[in-house]
């Protein structure tokens, strides 16, 4: 894998760089992906926003972090959630029952991951309350990403500090990749990283290969496969 591999569009919509497919599905371990426009449809924040008439106040700053143009991730995500407060906490499950749907091809491609023998990780700079329910809905054996304080029945406009910290980054999910794979007793190399935003680079740029999915460019230019068309179960195409 190495720089000798120009950009190539080895299938409609697929583009494939610094490797030659196919590899072996089999020779990777663990696979994590990003949740909020990776593995769903949606970014949950935008859709909570809405409930309060916010929806293009927090879109706006969504679509400049992930298109990196805001850098401090953490930042964003608290001038995000401030604007939440006061939301019913009803309206996270209305969300979920009426606007979340998995993307194309992400069942398939976590079932294959899976049979295969890989773990599988979410990672995500979204919220627990989807977060876990996809994970139990796919299967997923382990998730983390960022927990919103509640207060009765509405959230307060803050995030929750964790036991392994308070926002899910780009460094910190490029440190939980590092650190189930270190738990697995495998290297970097044997792991798929999978996202769509800036904030997914820094765990991309460890994993052994590197998947954008329908992704901002700058995450498409650096990525190992773009997948700028179809499912997510493109994936497989490059994999044996």
């Not at 299938?11 to 994590?32: E, K, T, Y």
């Not at 976590?110 to 979410?122: F, R, S």
């Not at 995500?124 to 994970?135: E, K, L, Y």
Request: glycine residues 8%.
């Amino acid at each position: 894998m190495n720089d000798r591999y120009p950009a190539t569009e080895f299938a409609p919509g697929l583009v494939v760089q610094r490797f030659a497919p196919p590899l072996r599905l089999s020779d990777f371990r663990l696979i994590a992906f990003d949740m909020d426009s990776t593995l769903i449809n949606i970014e949950c924040i935008d859709e909570i926003a809405d409930a309060v008439g916010k929806k293009a106040e927090v879109a706006a700053i969504t679509e400049a972090t992930m298109r990196g143009e805001i850098a401090d991730f953490k930042e964003s995500l608290r001038r995000r959630v401030a604007l939440l407060k006061g939301v019913p906490v009803a309206a996270l499950q209305q969300v979920y029952d009426e606007r979340l749907r998995l993307n194309p091809g992400a069942e398939q491609l976590v079932h294959a991951c899976k049979a295969q023998g890989l773990k599988v990780l979410l990672v995500s700079g979204g919220f627990t309350f989807f977060a876990n329910r996809v994970r139990d809905r796919l299967g997923i054996d382990f998730a983390r990403s960022n927990l919103l304080d509640e207060a009765g029945a509405h959230l307060t406009g803050r995030v929750v500090q964790q036991s392994w910290g308070d926002i899910c980054d780009g460094a910190e999910k490029r440190r939980t990749l590092l650190e189930v794979a270190s738990l697995m007793g495998i290297s970097p190399g044997e792991c798929i990283a999978v996202g769509d935003g800036a904030n997914d680079l820094p765990m991309m740029g460890e994993a052994g290969l590197s998947v954008a999915y329908h992704a901002k460019p700058k995450v498409r230019e650096q990525a190992m496969v773009a997948i700028n068309e179809g499912g997510l179960n493109r994936l497989l195409d490059v994999l044996l």
